[in-house]
């Protein structure tokens, strides 16, 4: 019923930029919180960033003044802005949604299917 597709992955040299679209779609009612996960092989998945309805936002230590996560609550899309790429920001990039489905009363978390993110020195 509900859909997240993540564009924008890519490979680049240390100290380039990036930029992770994902979009929702589907049956949607509301869209609570959204944010970017990441998974580097033999690791866990690690928040990045997350950006509440009104706008606040958190982030990883680690990416702190690199990132820049956004939504457009119009279009049912957040953003990650990445700047200063490092070769360790390399990972798979996951959206992930906290979505009421048109019809409940209940939210419930969506994730995108992935998108690689790859930094080389």
């Known amino acids: 019923q509900v859909q997240l597709v993540e564009s924008g992955g890519g490979s680049v040299q240390a100290g380039g930029s990036l930029r992770l679209s994902c979009a929702a779609s589907?049956?949607?009612?509301?869209?609570?919180?959204m944010g970017w996960y990441r998974q580097a092989p033999g690791k866990q998945r690690e928040l990045v960033a997350d950006?509440?309805?009104?706008?606040?936002?958190n982030y990883a230590d680690s990416v702190k003044g690199r990132f820049t996560i956004s939504r457009d609550n119009a279009k049912n899309t957040v953003y990650l802005e990445m700047n200063s790429l490092k070769p360790e920001d390399t990972a798979v990039y996951y959206c992930?949604?906290?979505?009421?489905?048109?019809?409940?009363?209940?939210?419930?978390?969506?994730w995108g299917q992935g998108t690689q993110v790859t930094v080389s020195s």
């Open positions: 589907g049956s949607i009612l509301d869209i609570g919180d």
């Open positions: 950006i509440r309805i009104g706008g606040s936002t």
């Open positions: 992930a949604a906290a979505v009421v489905v048109a019809g409940t009363l209940a939210e419930s978390d969506y």
